[in-house]
């Protein structure tokens, strides 16, 4: 018994099937039950933005024949959808990173001056996008709130190091050595 299960187990190299390259035809698939509606993808040309190519897709439906309209899916879906929320989310991080940055420090002035320091980042990136020819897509807008990030990170880093200069000048107990504190020599 046990040798005949093994005999059904293994087959000689001649049985196992050839694997070669073939074509298939690309299959539409029908929303719907009608056959109407057609599956398409796509990407941007070099250059453009995802939503310029999504313009233009639409555009050229609009010109077909036979009623055809467009239905997005996925991040295509997500992106009209998400295109006009981005100033208002902007907008509430800017509120929140400030009042994080008031508990923390328990200034309200402090904050301000990180905030500030955000605005000179934001336009050397879109000074420099605009410069190269990049398209403003997603990887942009990521690469964006990095810079946002970045910013204010090195704003922070220069205002507890500001902070602690004062601090360490105003133990000193002579007159010139705040002069000296100042400069942040290591302690």
């Not at 929320?85 to 309200?108: D, G, H, K, R, T």
Request: glycine share 8%; with cysteine; hydrophobic share 50%.
């Amino acid at each position: 018994m046990v040798l005949g299960l093994w005999s059904m187990l293994t087959l000689p190299v001649s049985q196992y099937p050839d694997v070669a390259p073939t074509t298939v035809r690309i299959s539409a698939t029908y929303h719907g039950a009608t056959p109407k509606a057609v599956e398409n993808s796509g990407a941007p040309a070099d250059g453009y933005s995802s939503g310029a190519a999504m313009a233009v897709m639409e555009e050229l439906v609009s010109q077909l024949d036979g009623g055809y309209g467009v239905a997005w899916t996925g991040l295509s879906y997500e992106e009209p959808q998400s295109g006009t929320q981005a100033p208002y989310l902007y907008a509430v991080s800017m509120i929140i990173v400030f009042l994080a940055l008031a508990a923390l420090y328990e200034s309200w002035a402090i904050p301000f001056s990180v905030m500030l320091a955000v605005p000179v980042g934001v336009l050397d990136a879109l000074l420099a996008a605009w410069l190269f020819g990049q398209a403003n897509d997603v990887y942009f807008k990521v690469g964006l709130l990095t810079t946002i990030g970045l910013a204010a990170r090195n704003a922070i880093l220069m205002l507890s190091s500001q902070k602690s200069c004062a601090a360490k000048a105003a133990r000193s107990p002579k007159p010139l050595s705040k002069l000296h504190a100042c400069a942040c020599a290591p302690s």
